[in-house]
């Protein structure tokens, strides 16, 4: 039972463009969201993450959208750098429960 | 750098053994989540620790136990280890771990591999 579905495995983009990243999640009751990134051997590192009562929140290169009503979450990366290639996971997590739940994340590349 | 450290980094053990995976959280932070990564899959929330107690508890099999010391350290305890264990482990500690939803910080990983 995937909660949380990254439904791309792999998104290639070239530098100094935009980065759409997807992820739809099925259990009403998560409220706060947030975006992981992972590089290779390393654990995931925070990025950024929403609320459910707002519908963007932006840092920098980096803005995420909510969508409750076809609970989906975006995140936007612009201008993608090639230091972005990494490995994306959403996760998300309901009121009252500190347990993120993750999906299988989306693959990033970014070429010069 | 997150603050949290994770050893060891890697572990090769074989069938049948039982294997201790540690953790140290960021700098005052009271919580500690385990979580799992098995091949092209995402992270799996195991159990959490809030300064000492068991607070929540995942799909984490009953071969598997962990604690969390009183100087907040935390250990994963991995026994009767079967091939289908090998995985990431990803611990993350988060300042309180009670009430709104906090941050999670996450150590580097301890790859798993059950020959």
């Known amino acids: 039972d995937q909660q949380v579905k990254q439904n791309s495995p792999s998104l290639s983009v070239q530098e100094g463009r935009i980065s759409i990243l997807n992820c739809d999640y099925t259990n009403s009751m998560f409220d706060y969201f947030l975006w992981y990134k992972k590089y290779p051997a390393e654990g995931p590192t925070f990025l950024i993450s929403?609320?459910?009562?707002?519908d963007k929140n932006e840092d920098g290169r980096f803005t995420v959208f909510l969508n409750k009503s076809a609970k989906h979450l975006s995140l936007h990366i612009v201008p993608s750098q090639p230091g972005d290639s990494a490995v994306y996971f959403c996760a998300a997590s309901a009121s009252g429960f500190q347990k993120l739940v993750f999906g299988t994340g989306t693959r990033l590349l970014v070429s010069p | 750098d997150s603050g949290v450290t994770q050893t060891p980094k890697h572990l090769i053990t074989a069938t049948g053994q039982r294997v201790t995976l540690r953790c140290s959280p960021r700098s005052g932070d009271l919580s500690v989540y385990w979580y799992q990564q098995s091949l092209d899959q995402g992270l799996q929330f195991l159990i959490q620790y809030y300064n000492g107690e068991e607070r929540a508890k995942g799909n984490i099999l009953e071969r598997f136990s962990a604690q969390q010391f009183p100087d907040l350290h935390s250990e994963l305890n991995l026994s009767s280890l079967e091939l289908g264990d090998s995985a990431l482990y990803f611990c993350?500690?988060?300042?309180?771990?009670?009430?709104?939803?906090?941050?999670?910080?996450f150590g580097p990983g301890t790859r798993l591999l059950v020959l």
């Open positions: 993350a500690s988060s300042q309180s771990g009670t009430g709104a939803v906090e941050t999670q910080y």
């Open positions: 929403i609320s459910s009562i707002k």
